[in-house]
């Protein structure tokens, strides 16, 4: 992954990270991991925020696999928390969270790992 982005471990093969393009589905593919899972809503940030549809299409591209799971910020609904801990069964690590800053991906991942203890 480039200098710029801030990757934060959250679990031994789980990572956060702020808000990535879709040019950094390359590198995150490069730096050996196998999915990416997007917490931010499309244009949350506003019109110049990329599309969960492109950083798709540039993850499936570099190989990885992908998943959009859109929350907010403050608040994630015990839908969304379950529909999470479904996806870290599922999706392939390591595993690469993002939204804004990657806080809000930690206190999901968090919340999703226990409903499981």
Known sequence: MS???SLQPIA???YAAPQLTPEAMAAAAE???KSVLNNR???EGGPEQPTS???EAAALAAGLQYAHLPVSGGYQSPQEIARCAELLKTLPRPLLMFCR???RSSRLYMQAVALDD
């Open 3 to 5: 200098e710029s982005v």
């Open 12 to 14: 031994e093969d789980v």
């Open 31 to 33: 730096a050996g991991f």
């Open 41 to 43: 809503p499309d244009f």
């Open 53 to 55: 549809a492109s950083i």
């Open 101 to 103: 800053s990657g806080a």
